[in-house]
């Protein structure tokens, strides 16, 4: 049972993250710059895309997910870390 409510927990940890990189993770309220477009728009035209956003909104929640990954790696690994140190302290 307890591996059953670690799991759960993980995946919650997992999704609350992604939620925060969502919410968090974009270039939004600041526009991009004249150099930032110019390049978006070139890749657009050299991927056959005629809208921009068709481009951005899919590279911005890679860009999300990646971020919530690396977020849950660290906590999972400070928390081992943590784990050791306390198993260390009571032996």
């Not at 925060?20 to 050299?46: A, D, F, G």
């Not at 921009?52 to 990646?66: F, R």
């Amino acid at each position: 049972m307890a591996t059953l409510v670690r799991k759960v927990f993980k995946c919650f940890l997992f999704i609350g993250l992604l939620i925060l990189s969502v919410r968090y993770v974009h270039t939004y309220p600041q526009p991009m710059t004249e150099n930032q477009l110019h390049w978006l728009l070139v890749i657009c035209q050299k991927l056959g895309i005629h809208d921009p956003d068709n481009l951005y909104i899919p590279a911005m929640m890679v860009l999300e997910v990646i971020a919530a990954i690396m977020a849950y790696l660290l906590i999972m690994k400070l928390s081992k870390c943590i784990g050791a140190k306390r198993r260390d302290e009571a032996t």
